[in-house]
């Protein structure tokens, strides 16, 4: 893939809805993309416009920021609370599940900021105990757009300023220069999402090389910032174990480990309706044909064995470099958990306790708070807290 | 297309007795020609021909709707039928699809009738039309690239569809097989018109050929035409579904080994177990989640009693932790 090809690129035509179009956000894209036009867009006749995938909206969102991360009882959540600001990814790696959840040929993103941020506040005043772990990857990249919009100088000082609350940056882009100069408190974690590297060269799209990648954390680090990263999706291949562990050594060579709130893995899983949507546009891509079973949330998932055998050997990699560092896994059941990492969840309160306490160790933030956050947002309750096999104090 | 726009634009304006010999036949509209047997079939077991035919024009009359009947009545020798006769400038997509509508209202299309019907409609309506206003017709789901597979269907040469109807492939399985090259596409439905199973299985066999295909770097026919499987398909011992459940066990042996095996592993060890009787010990489906099932039968309380004692004497739980401590150390994935 040549070096061209990779670059994002800026939107050409912006699209924005009346009532945000003085939005700070909007202020920003007009000051920061000149050469783009700008269109009021009627709402009302939206569905016989045609968009491109380089047009970008701005919409005056009104339904709910703050979201769950979308769980399932039969699989370990992190807990982890949606800042739901915009839509869809250009980056697009192939992979991608906002392929399957997004029907809209365009990035969309919500320039009622004021209303976000009131929205924010009242919900953490209202919880002032509690501890939250915020992020706005989710539906989209975090920092993709962040050039033009700005947005990370709106938000990352508001949760400087926040007692009980962190917030979570979940990139693959290289766009961290706007937060280098912002006040962040150490409440911001800026997390970027790994793999091995021919995965990255030739499943990531348009991210930002990997070494890139590493080398923006590195800066980060050194402005203070701490740091995630996610090695999400992982793919069994052949040679992937040099591969994930030459990324992991590349890692540690760049980033001081004492400043990684935390490390998540979760093996590639899918609905069977993204494997279509894949092949459609590669009928030839191999990576979501092999021992995928279906699981109880109706996506495939590599078959147990396989996992934890990713798991297993990707934990302990990480764990030579960084034994203390909190490693979990996404979307798992404890058996997996058990038998890739060694113990339970349950063994210590719960993946979203074991997260907030490494916010508190490694942050020093939310000390005080005494309730984590997915009891009041988790929609659907949580895998059995005791191990399987229990089996034997039954009988 | 603005005579699809209007109602009724263009109302037949007789009902006539035409000459056999007159009609002519126009593949734009003939769109069921693979039905012709089992058409036949049917006007010989009744009176004959009941409906009139469809025509349009008066120099030349062009058949509209009734070709298997044209060609019924031809076999037959018989002289004149009775058609009704649309007027000369008569749109003809306006008249395909006054046809489908009439027919859809009797009967079901099968999926060569409707990738017909839309690969025909698709000369004078935009894809978008296609999806939009053909497709609630014909029962068509909206799904991605589903035009282009019917297009692909439409294109089949009649022969193969023949097979593949005799093949009893179902439409969906016929969805995906219809990206397959033509070799691949033979192979499948002579699989499938060995093994006679439900679209759910002919579903499950034809991802696990893909997906083994796409990892092999071979072709679908490469791995139907696998010695083991063909062994199966040929051996006139084993009944239809003896030998899907073969098939669809040899597929999943190939591309879910490391599945396969501690499935094995966990039958050679039930087998050790011995349950006392009317205990069942099932672990999660595919071996995945946390939640395993031991299922307990009985009859009254005192046998419920009598089991749940055996089961507490038995040594079920300390195997099964060996099992599983011996599940947890021999992922042995290379």
């Known amino acids: 893939m040549g070096k061209m090809s990779r670059v994002i690129k800026s939107p050409k035509r912006i699209f924005v809805h009346e009532s945000v179009w003085n939005s700070p956000v909007v202020e920003n894209l007009r000051k920061n993309l000149p050469e783009a036009s700008f269109h009021v867009l009627d709402f009302q006749n939206r569905e016989n416009f045609t968009f491109f995938p380089y047009d970008l909206e701005v919409v005056d969102f009104k339904g709910r920021f703050i979201r769950s991360c979308p769980a399932t009882k039969f699989y370990h959540c992190c807990g982890y609370v949606i800042l739901h600001f915009g839509e869809l990814c250009s980056i697009g790696c192939t992979y991608c599940i906002l392929q399957a959840y997004w029907n809209q040929p365009c990035l969309r993103i919500f320039g009622n900021t004021d209303r976000m941020l009131r929205e924010l506040q009242d919900f953490l005043d209202h919880h002032p105990d509690t501890l939250f772990r915020i992020g706005t990857g989710e539906f989209t990249d975090s920092l993709l757009l962040d050039p033009w919009t700005g947005f990370s100088e709106i938000i990352v000082p508001f949760f400087a300023r926040q007692k009980n609350a962190i917030l979570e940056l979940k990139t693959k882009t290289s766009f961290v220069d706007r937060l280098l100069e912002l006040p962040h408190d150490g409440h911001t974690i800026v997390a970027w999402s790994l793999n091995a590297p021919s995965i990255s060269q030739k499943e990531e799209g348009k991210a930002a090389p990997l070494e890139v990648r590493l080398q923006m954390a590195k800066k980060c680090a050194e402005r203070g910032y701490f740091l995630a990263f996610h090695f999400d999706p992982l793919f069994y291949f052949p040679g992937w174990e040099e591969e994930y562990s030459h990324t992991i050594d590349r890692l540690f060579s760049y980033v001081p480990s004492d400043q990684i709130v935390y490390i998540s893995l979760g093996a590639f899983r899918f609905m069977p309706e993204l494997k279509e949507i894949i092949l459609i546009k590669r009928p030839q891509w191999k990576y979501a044909s092999g021992e995928f079973v279906p699981c109880p949330d109706r996506k495939r998932r590599y078959f147990k064995g396989i996992r934890i055998k990713l798991y297993k050997h990707i934990a302990s990699r990480i764990r030579r470099h960084a034994p203390d560092v909190c490693v979990y896994l996404c979307m798992e059941n404890g058996t997996v958990w058990k038998q890739s990492l060694g113990f339970h969840p349950s063994e210590q309160g719960g993946l979203p306790s074991m997260l907030d306490l490494a916010v508190k160790k490694c942050m020093k933030v939310g000390l005080h708070c005494s309730r984590s956050a997915a009891p009041l947002l988790l929609q659907k309750p949580q895998p059995y807290s005791s191990d399987v096999f229990t089996l034997s104090k039954i009988i | ?334």
């Not at chain 2, 009598?306 to 004497?313: F, N, S, V, Y």
Request: charged content about 30%.
């Open chain 2, 1 to 334: 297309m603005d005579a699809l726009k209007k109602i009724n634009p263009y109302k037949p304006t007789s009902l006539l007795d035409v000459e056999v010999n007159e009609l002519k036949e126009d593949p734009f509209f003939d769109i069921s020609r693979h039905r012709r047997i089992h058409v036949f079939e049917h006007l010989s077991r009744t009176e004959g021909i009941l409906c009139p035919l469809w025509t349009y024009g008066s120099k030349t009359v062009t058949v509209v709707d009734g070709y298997n009947r044209l060609r019924w009545a031809r076999e037959q020798g018989l002289g004149h039928v009775q058609c009704l006769v649309f007027p000369e400038d008569a749109d003809k997509c306006y008249l395909l699809l006054q046809k489908v509508v009439a027919s859809a209202g009797f009967r079901k299309f099968d999926i060569f009738e409707k990738a017909n019907v839309v690969k025909n409609l698709s000369r004078c309506l935009t894809p978008d039309e296609i999806k939009r206003r053909i497709f609630p017709i014909l029962g068509i789901p909206a799904k991605p690239r589903m035009l282009k597979t019917l297009l692909k269907i439409a294109s089949m040469p009649l022969d193969e569809i023949v097979v593949t109807l005799e093949g009893g492939v179902s439409e969906r399985t016929l969805m995906k097989l219809a990206w397959w090259n033509e070799e691949s596409r033979a192979c499948a439905c002579k699989l499938f018109a060995k093994l006679r199973c439900s679209t759910n299985i002919q579903l499950e066999i034809t991802e696990m050929i893909e997906d083994i295909s796409r990892l092999e770097e071979t072709s679908p026919a490469d791995v139907i035409d696998h010695e083991s499987i063909r062994q199966v398909i040929e051996d006139d011992l084993l009944t239809q579904r003896q030998k899907t459940e073969a098939v669809r066990r040899l597929l999943k042996q190939w591309l879910f080994p490391h599945l396969s095996e501690v499935e094995a592993r966990f039958l050679e060890a039930k087998k050790q177990w011995k349950l006392p009787s009317g205990v069942r010990i099932e672990p999660p489906p595919f071996f995945e989640g946390d939640l395993w099932q031991i299922t307990l039968s009985f009859s009254n309380a005192q046998e419920l009693k009598d089991q749940l004692e055996k089961l507490a004497k038995s040594e079920i739980a300390s195997q099964l932790e060996v099992f599983l401590g011996k599940d947890e150390s021999s992922h042995k994935i290379t």
